[in-house]
């Protein structure tokens, strides 16, 4: 049904649909972009992709993501740490010094474990340890005689009698374990997944609501979002929660157990939520090494099944894409190195965009002598091939991930920065370059603010297959040995791990190939649907079935 609004339509095109004033070029592109349905299919392939591999800690840990129930391991320890600073403490008032001994800021560390422990006891048990905490305090304030230092000991001793895992009660409370984990910068990717969701939604229905004519608000609060939240967040996160390592087993905790199970168990679970692969990152098996994926058409033997399940035991959750030669589950270590590997090819496409449109834009505004210069360089460093030169450099400089993002985002930026100065030397010569240059605006205002964003969708679209590139390039080099180093894995690195089982273990060798070869295929279709949507005389020219 055609609208009945004569102001804000145009009459129809070639494809039978309506314009409508007041569309951007954006706009247009992506109604374009949407007439591709492989390349629809293919942005939602690459988006599942980069979530995955944001929220791994959620999908692939050893930890539980929620349990309610209490660890007495983490009790434990929290109550062998305080004996070993109030040891310390007491040797330091037995010498009669100043200078702390073994540790920092005692009162912090005995105020921090036992605020631990007295969190998982019932409360009589808690106000016991608050009373010894204050006690503990007035000792760190008195003079150091050897009678506050024998006083000390016997608080010590006193403790370890008193407060043993084995003779408090427990109380249950929530834990997050998962959670625990993250850094500020898992927060910082997190948000802005999140937001890369919710926002587009957010915006539509202010759009249609209080925002329906201000769109340049809603564009101001769509990027402020997406810069301001993340940053928040992560700083939050970074302020007031401090990294620590858990070595609690989980996988030894009891569910339903019985009591003789329970007073051995470290953790104890009145319910649990463990990750879709609960494995960890390391976690080796050499009793399920080389074990097929469940729908791998390999025929085991009885003695290799026997094999496989007792190693298995009581926690009997199967491995997806099987095991590799040490027995680490292969899905775990590709979700973990979908990390590496699509985070080499974002970072490095957004180091080398950034120099190529500087570069670029340089050349193609300021032309003369910049362009000479520029142009010179360019052709320069296009003699060289991109490749070995990547191996040269990182051979130098050592195998490391952020050296291949840095050597692959310095050596690419040629190709942009052509294409950004032939957008500049098409548009230098436009009406509204020159009004701008005729109202006396600076040049940089009229490259970024005028002339840049005119010219930007033919740069996305290079982008987007450099993406694609550069993460061959970090899986030809981590195949290489060149590549992330030990422990953490990529989809190149698993391929290189593959080799000396390839005839015991082809899985090993078929599964990160799938991943990279249907990764840089939708990054691929991705980029020519957007260069078709994004050329005005390829538009509408779409195939339909």
């Given at each position: 049904m055609?609208?009945?609004?004569?102001?804000?339509?145009?009459?129809?095109?070639?494809?039978?649909?309506?314009?409508?004033?007041?569309?951007?070029?954006?706009?247009?592109?992506?109604?374009?972009?949407?007439?591709?349905?492989?390349?629809?299919v293919?942005?939602?392939?690459?988006?599942?992709?980069?979530?995955?591999s944001?929220?791994?800690?959620?999908l692939?840990?050893?930890?539980?993501?929620?349990?309610?129930?209490y660890?007495?391991?983490?009790?434990?320890?929290?109550?062998?740490?305080?004996?070993?600073?109030?040891?310390?403490?007491?040797?330091?008032?037995?010498?009669d010094?100043?200078?702390?001994?073994?540790?920092?800021?005692?009162?912090?560390?005995?105020?921090?474990q036992?605020a631990?422990?007295a969190?998982?006891?019932n409360?009589?048990?808690?106000?016991?340890?608050?009373?010894?905490?204050?006690?503990?305090?007035?000792?760190l304030?008195s003079?150091?005689?050897?009678?506050?230092a024998?006083?000390?000991?016997?608080?010590?001793?006193?403790?370890r009698?008193?407060?043993?895992?084995?003779?408090?009660?427990?109380?249950?409370?929530?834990?997050?374990?998962?959670?625990?984990?993250?850094t500020w910068?898992?927060?910082?990717?997190?948000?802005?997944?999140?937001?890369?969701?919710?926002?587009?939604?957010?915006?539509?229905l202010?759009?249609?609501?209080?925002l329906?004519d201000?769109?340049?608000?809603?564009?101001?609060?769509?990027?402020?979002?997406?810069?301001?939240?993340p940053?928040?967040?992560?700083?939050?996160?970074?302020?007031?929660?401090?990294?620590?390592?858990?070595?609690?087993?989980?996988?030894?905790?009891?569910f339903?157990?019985?009591?003789?199970?329970?007073?051995?168990?470290?953790?104890?679970?009145d319910?649990?939520?463990?990750?879709?692969?609960p494995?960890?990152?390391?976690?080796?098996n050499?009793d399920?090494?080389?074990?097929?994926?469940?729908?791998?058409?390999?025929?085991?033997?009885?003695?290799?099944?026997?094999?496989?399940?007792?190693?298995?035991?009581?926690?009997?959750?199967?491995?997806?894409?099987?095991?590799?030669?040490?027995?680490?589950?292969?899905?775990?270590?590709?979700?973990w190195?979908?990390?590496?590997?699509?985070?080499?090819?974002?970072?490095?496409?957004?180091?080398?965009?950034s120099?190529?449109?500087?570069?670029?834009?340089?050349?193609?505004?300021?032309?003369?002598?910049?362009?000479?210069?520029?142009s010179?360089?360019?052709?320069?460093?296009?003699c060289?091939?991109?490749?070995?030169?990547?191996?040269?450099?990182?051979?130098?400089?050592?195998?490391?991930i952020?050296n291949?993002?840095?050597?692959?985002?310095?050596?690419?930026?040629?190709?942009v920065?052509?294409?950004?100065?032939?957008?500049?030397?098409r548009?230098?010569?436009?009406?509204?370059?020159?009004?701008?240059?005729?109202?006396?605006?600076?040049?940089?205002?009229?490259?970024?603010?005028?002339?840049?964003?005119n010219?930007?969708?033919?740069?996305?679209?290079?982008?987007?297959?450099?993406?694609?590139?550069a993460?061959?390039?970090?899986?030809?080099l981590?195949?290489?040995?060149?590549?992330?180093?030990?422990p953490?894995?990529?989809?190149?690195?698993?391929?290189?791990?593959?080799?000396?089982?390839?005839?015991?273990?082809?899985?090993?060798i078929?599964?990160?190939?799938?991943?990279?070869?249907l990764?840089i295929?939708?990054?691929?279709l991705?980029?020519e649907?957007?260069?078709?949507?994004?050329?005005?005389?390829?538009?509408?020219?779409?195939?339909?079935?």
């Amino acid at each position: 049904m055609k609208s009945q609004d004569p102001v804000n339509e145009l009459p129809a095109n070639e494809d039978g649909q309506s314009a409508k004033r007041g569309q951007g070029q954006w706009a247009l592109i992506w109604r374009e972009f949407r007439r591709h349905p492989r390349a629809v299919v293919s942005l939602c392939l690459i988006l599942l992709l980069i979530t995955a591999s944001v929220c791994a800690p959620f999908l692939a840990n050893d930890r539980p993501i929620y349990y309610r129930g209490y660890n007495r391991f983490e009790y434990s320890q929290s109550l062998r740490t305080l004996g070993v600073v109030i040891r310390q403490v007491a040797k330091r008032k037995a010498d009669d010094s100043d200078k702390s001994v073994g540790v920092e800021n005692p009162g912090e560390v005995i105020d921090r474990q036992i605020a631990a422990m007295a969190a998982a006891v019932n409360p009589e048990t808690a106000n016991d340890l608050r009373q010894l905490q204050q006690e503990l305090h007035e000792h760190l304030k008195s003079n150091g005689t050897p009678k506050t230092a024998a006083e000390l000991n016997r608080i010590r001793v006193d403790l370890r009698r008193r407060f043993d895992a084995k003779k408090v009660q427990f109380i249950s409370r929530t834990y997050w374990p998962a959670v625990a984990t993250l850094t500020w910068l898992d927060l910082l990717f997190i948000t802005i997944n999140f937001l890369l969701f919710s926002v587009p939604l957010i915006m539509l229905l202010l759009g249609r609501t209080m925002l329906r004519d201000r769109p340049r608000i809603r564009t101001r609060l769509s990027w402020g979002a997406f810069f301001l939240l993340p940053t928040c967040a992560a700083l939050l996160w970074w302020c007031f929660v401090p990294e620590r390592v858990d070595r609690t087993k989980y996988k030894a905790g009891v569910f339903n157990a019985s009591a003789e199970g329970l007073e051995s168990a470290p953790v104890v679970y009145d319910a649990v939520t463990w990750p879709l692969v609960p494995f960890a990152l390391d976690e080796d098996n050499l009793d399920a090494k080389n074990a097929p994926p469940p729908f791998w058409p390999k025929k085991l033997d009885e003695k290799q099944k026997t094999r496989f399940a007792d190693s298995v035991g009581a926690w009997d959750r199967p491995h997806w894409l099987g095991t590799d030669d040490i027995g680490r589950d292969v899905l775990c270590r590709m979700i973990w190195g979908g990390r590496v590997s699509l985070s080499v090819g974002i970072v490095a496409v957004s180091i080398y965009v950034s120099i190529g449109i500087i570069v670029g834009a340089i050349a193609g505004y300021f032309r003369g002598t910049a362009d000479l210069i520029i142009s010179r360089i360019i052709e320069i460093v296009i003699c060289f091939p991109s490749f070995f030169l990547i191996l040269t450099v990182v051979a130098f400089i050592g195998p490391s991930i952020f050296n291949i993002m840095i050597v692959i985002g310095v050596i690419g930026w040629t190709g942009v920065a052509r294409l950004v100065r032939g957008e500049f030397l098409r548009l230098g010569e436009q009406e509204f370059v020159l009004a701008a240059r005729a109202l006396g605006y600076s040049p940089w205002r009229i490259i970024f603010r005028h002339v840049l964003p005119n010219a930007m969708a033919p740069v996305l679209v290079s982008a987007t297959f450099g993406v694609a590139g550069a993460i061959l390039t970090e899986s030809a080099l981590s195949f290489l040995g060149f590549g992330v180093t030990i422990p953490t894995p990529s989809w190149g690195s698993i391929l290189a791990a593959g080799r000396a089982s390839i005839e015991i273990a082809p899985w090993m060798i078929t599964l990160p190939g799938i991943a990279i070869f249907l990764t840089i295929t939708a990054y691929n279709l991705v980029g020519e649907a957007f260069r078709d949507a994004a050329d005005p005389r390829l538009r509408g020219q779409h195939i339909r079935q």
